[in-house]
């Protein structure tokens, strides 16, 4: 089983930056051998992919209303998985959910083996 917790949220204003962190531990969990991602969810909505990152972080995926503004990484030291923001707007008001999954295209298509308990992320205008 894999323990995943977020964190790094906050209010800010539009066209602020804010870098989102997901710490993963578990016992056997091997972080190098798994992909991680980012998801958000706003309140009436569904849940929407927002990046992913391969096991290696060699490849990324964004989606189109971030890409750009939004970097994922990940410190294999570290067991975390980060989501640096810039030019935060108002829309990207949510609660963001960080997910691990051993493949990539799975959390692509909005799948994800674990997942954190979400961290509040809201851009003021």
């Known amino acids: 089983q894999v323990h995943v917790v977020e964190s790094g949220g906050g209010l800010v204003q539009a066209g602020d930056s804010l870098r989102l962190s997901c710490a993963a531990s578990?016992?056997?969990?091997?972080?190098?051998?798994?992909?991680m991602g980012w998801f958000r969810q706003a309140p009436g909505k569904e849940r929407e992919f927002v990046a992913a990152?391969?096991?290696?972080?060699?490849?990324?995926y964004y989606a189109d209303s971030v890409k750009g503004r939004f970097t994922i990484s990940r410190d294999s030291t570290k067991n975390t998985v980060y989501l640096q923001m810039h030019s935060l707007k108002p829309e990207d008001t949510a609660v963001y959910y960080c997910?691990?999954?051993?493949?990539?295209?799975?959390?692509?298509?909005?799948?994800?083996?674990?997942w954190g308990q979400g961290t509040q992320v809201t851009v003021s205008s």
């Open positions: 578990g016992r056997a969990f091997t972080f190098k051998g798994y992909a």
């Open positions: 990152i391969t096991s290696s972080g060699g490849t990324t």
């Open positions: 997910a691990v999954d051993s493949l990539s295209s799975r959390l692509t298509a909005g799948g994800g083996d674990y």
